[in-house]
């Protein structure tokens, strides 16, 4: 019996995760994410790709980092309009909102929201 290729999709999440010779979209899309966020081109640092890996490697869905990306430059905006401090400046900052919005997925997958309970 002859077997298909993967999707590539399925492709890309098998690929090695060194961002030197072989970044999935997934980092590249996370990176563009990060560098229109901060108005600048500057690239994510090494413990920024650490952060990034953990969070490919857990499973985290591309959605769940966007969003939680934007809820927490939206944060640090608003924080910003009371004080001088709130800029961020690593990726990592942005795992609390990463990770709530990665729940709020999986709660809506499975048809429930994560605050509820049953």
């Known amino acids: 019996m002859?077997?298909?290729p993967a999707p590539?999709?399925?492709?890309?999440?098998?690929?090695p995760i060194n961002p030197v010779n072989a970044t999935p979209i997934y980092f590249t899309i996370v990176e563009d994410h990060w560098t229109r966020?901060?108005?600048?081109?500057?690239?994510l640092s090494p413990q920024d790709w650490?952060?990034?890996?953990a969070w490919h490697d857990a499973g985290i869905p591309l959605a769940a980092v966007l969003r939680g990306m934007d809820a927490a430059f939206a944060r640090s905006a608003e924080r910003r309009k009371f004080s001088t401090s709130g800029h961020i400046?690593?990726?990592s900052y942005c795992?609390?909102?990463v990770l709530d919005a990665?729940?709020?997925l999986?709660?809506?997958r499975a048809g429930t929201h994560p605050t509820e309970k049953g």
């Open 2 to 4: 002859r077997r298909h």
């Open 8 to 15: 590539a999709e399925a492709q890309l999440t098998r690929m």
């Open 37 to 43: 966020h901060r108005r600048s081109s500057g690239l």
């Open 50 to 53: 650490q952060t990034l890996t």
């Open 89 to 91: 400046n690593a990726l």
């Open 95 to 97: 795992e609390p909102q």
């Open 102 to 104: 990665a729940n709020q």
């Open 106 to 108: 999986r709660g809506a």
